[in-house]
Structure formats: C-alpha cells, structure tokens
C-alpha cells in the first residue's frame, strides 16, 4: 500500500494521519509530509498528534523518522503524541524502546485530550 500522510488541524491541535507502510523507500515521504504539515500550521499549534492507526508495516528507517519528527518537535516547544493501536506500529516501538519515550494513545480523541 501507497504510503499517504494528510492532516487537519482541530483548536490547537495539528493531527497529521499517516496510511500504509513506512520502510527505507516510503520514509522520506512520512518526513516530508510531516514537515510540510509543521510549516502549515500557522500559527504553530502546541500539540501534534501523529495518527499511525493505519499504518501496517514499520521499519527502522520509519522509526528513525519518528525520532526525527519527536525532536523537532521538541525544539519548536510542542508536545508530540503518537496514536497507535497495532502490532505493526506497537512492535517496533516496544522493540527499540521507544514506546518509552514516546506519549502513545489509542485514539485521536485520547490523543487530543478530548
């Protein structure tokens, strides 16, 4: 599956929803599309949620994108959650540790505060 990466924003919240999978070939366009959002959202919402729902296959090229995404987050001072409810997500996450770094919710409602 094509990977496709589209966002919205909801009050101060930047929701950027990403489908399909995220290896070495399709993660220059989840970074791309990720940033495009970022630079969008103006003025800069305090919140970015990263919905991977849809996401059935991810990498490490894919986690080091995440990486990348927590912090630039970071240094623009906004908070960055990641929706995420599948093995395919949830795996590699647990598998490198990041699930410990990263804030990760089950919906984007959860993931909004709302």
């Known amino acids: ?33 990720v940033a495009a959002a970022r630079t969008a959202d103006v003025p800069a919402s305090a919140l970015v949620v990263l919905d991977l729902n849809r996401v059935d296959f991810l ?19 906004q908070e960055l959650r990641i929706v995420a409810t599948s093995r395919a997500v949830l795996n590699p996450l647990k598998l490198t540790g990041l699930d410990q770094i990263f804030t990760i919710t ?9």
Do not use: F
Not at 66 to 75: F, M, N, T
Not at 106 to 114: A, I, K
């Open 1 to 33: 599956m094509a990977l496709t990466v589209e966002w919205e924003r909801a009050r101060d919240v930047l929701v950027v929803s990403v489908a399909g999978e995220v290896d070495a070939s399709s993660a220059a366009r989840l970074q791309e599309g």
């Open 59 to 77: 990498d490490s090229a894919g986690l080091a994108v995440l990486v990348e995404v927590a912090s630039d987050c970071h240094k623009a001072e």
């Open 106 to 114: 089950d919906s984007v409602p959860t993931g909004t505060g709302h």
